[in-house]
């Protein structure tokens, strides 16, 4: 069930949109290493499939459940300096769920994500042929990111779950990204590790409480994609991507003491198709995402399929 | 001078769809600077009510198996009644799945129950308690929302109701409070 919080957790996998060495992924928003600004926008329609309790063991929704998010994703990257680029994501995000006589159509900001990227190559690292060692190198970004909660928490004033639109904790995540391109292949592992900061609580689910701190566990993401690459006549290019995420979160805190309640882990798969036009400066891409319904693949989550639909656009 | 203007535009968009949405409202800023300020109602000790300090009006649920249960009755020879309310959801399940393993084997003289406010009949209700994997918990049946609306409860909500009637905890889910409520008595 939705507790659309998943929706903070979701992610795209990484997205190599045929643009060299870095044609974007929706959760970090790289832009390609020969370009100025990059805009994205898509829309992640997240649809929800019963979850996995804390051990593990798959439930499915009560009959009659239907449990949808809808975010629309604005990102702006921009090139600072010849290695160094920042980005900024927002999302809006409706939720629409029918669950058990419950309903809710809330809508607002979701938490906004602010990047910064190192890339520790300067040349173009996509080669056609491996001639020497040096071919074999891959691009390889470090990146920082602070999630601002910017989105509707369970510390606002909503009823349930189902009304969340952010997280509530700032965030922040150091990545490091490989990427190899050996046309027409791509392969690439995204890692990122994230902190939250702790946070004063006074309210939960609309309901004031007697107030404490608390803090999220530790998380971990790790993402692994193989692409091929197809060449149309006209040089424009379709990449084909196929992605395998698992997400973990530690156990968090309140008042110092364990909260194992907001421990989560969850795997997930995802295909991706990206079409580039001949100047690379267009990307269309649309992705699947998805989670099984079967014990064992996550725990404390929600299952999910979550289909993407976006475009970017490269200033050069 | 292009891109300042596209990124004029893409703000200018940002923050008037975010505007008919409302999302701009306090919340936000409520999530972006937090507060600790305690904001409960004061109350009166000892007058009826819900919230901590009050004594706790009677009530009388059925539960799964149509067995009804009346909190005075269920108070008499108990150290507490711990009542949860319950959407059998993913983090309904977590708080529950927590309860049950590390807070109620180190409370036996306390009675746990969890309040269903969203399956609507008993019948319903057995089932998401039997698929969910409850069926070692009382699970009361709130099918009109007369307990819901009493404790001006949500997702999550659990009490603790001392013998005497009188309301130690009244919020959502925290294992290491319910942990020292429960222990303080």
């Known amino acids: ?316 | 001078m292009y891109y300042a203007r596209t990124i004029g535009i893409a703000l200018v968009f940002i923050l008037g769809l975010a505007g008919c949405g409302g999302g701009l409202d306090t919340d936000v800023f409520d999530d972006m600077n937090p507060s600790g300020e305690d904001k409960r109602p004061a109350v009166v000790a000892g007058s009826e009510g819900t919230q901590v300090g009050q004594v706790s009006p009677d009530f009388t649920l059925q539960d799964t198996l149509s067995v009804s249960h009346t909190l005075s009755n269920e108070l008499a020879g108990t150290s507490a009644v711990v009542i949860y309310f319950t959407m059998w959801c993913p983090i309904c399940d977590s708080h529950m799945s927590n309860m049950r393993t590390d807070i109620i084997p180190d409370f036996p003289n306390a009675t746990f129950y969890l309040v269903d406010y969203v399956s609507g009949s008993i019948s319903v209700s057995r089932s998401e308690q039997l698929s969910n994997g409850y069926s070692n918990l009382d699970v009361l049946v709130d099918t009109d929302l007369t307990l819901y609306n009493r404790y001006q409860a949500s997702m999550g909500t659990t009490i603790v109701i001392d013998s005497t009637g009188v309301v130690r905890m009244n919020e959502d889910y925290n294992n290491s409070r319910l942990r020292a409520v429960l222990s303080a008595l």
Not at chain 1, 187 to 205: F, I, M, P, Q, T
């Open chain 1, 1 to 316: 069930m939705a507790l659309l919080g998943g929706a903070i957790f979701s992610f795209s996998p990484t997205v190599w949109a045929a643009s060299c060495c870095g044609g974007g992924s929706a959760s970090s928003l790289i832009m390609p290493k020969i370009s100025e600004a990059m805009i994205d926008a898509s829309v992640d329609m997240e649809f929800y499939n019963g979850y996995w309790d804390a051990d593990g063991n798959y439930h499915e929704d009560p009959q009659g459940s239907d449990l949808r998010q809808y975010r629309l994703n604005f990102g702006y990257a921009h090139r600072l300096a010849s290695r160094w680029q920042a980005s900024v994501i927002l999302p809006y995000v409706w939720n629409r769920s029918e669950y058990a006589g419950i309903s809710s159509n809330t809508e607002g900001v979701g938490d906004t994500t602010l990047n910064l990227f190192y890339e520790a190559f300067d040349g173009i690292k996509c080669v056609w042929k491996v001639r020497n060692w040096e071919d074999l190198i891959p691009a390889v970004y470090y990146g920082m990111s602070l999630t601002v909660p910017t989105g509707i928490s369970p510390y606002d004033d909503v009823d349930n779950s189902f009304d969340v639109t952010g997280r509530g904790f700032y965030r922040v995540d150091g990545t490091v990204l490989l990427d190899k391109t050996i046309y027409p292949w791509n392969a690439s592992l995204l890692l990122s590790y994230g902190k939250y900061l702790e946070r004063d609580v006074n309210r939960k689910y609309g309901q004031y409480v007697e107030p404490y701190k608390q803090q999220l566990g530790d998380r971990f993401l790790q993402t692994y994609t193989l692409g091929y690459t197809s060449f149309l006549e006209n040089m424009s290019t379709v990449t084909y991507s196929l992605a395998y995420s698992y997400l973990q979160e530690e156990a968090g805190e309140i008042d110092g003491q364990p909260d194992p309640t907001t421990k989560m882990e969850k795997q997930s798969h995802a295909a991706t198709v990206a079409y580039a036009n001949m100047n690379r400066d267009w990307v269309f891409k649309f992705t699947w995402s998805h989670a099984q319904a079967k014990d064992g693949w996550g725990k404390n989550f929600p299952v999910t399929d979550v289909y993407t639909i976006g475009v970017s656009h490269v200033l050069r």
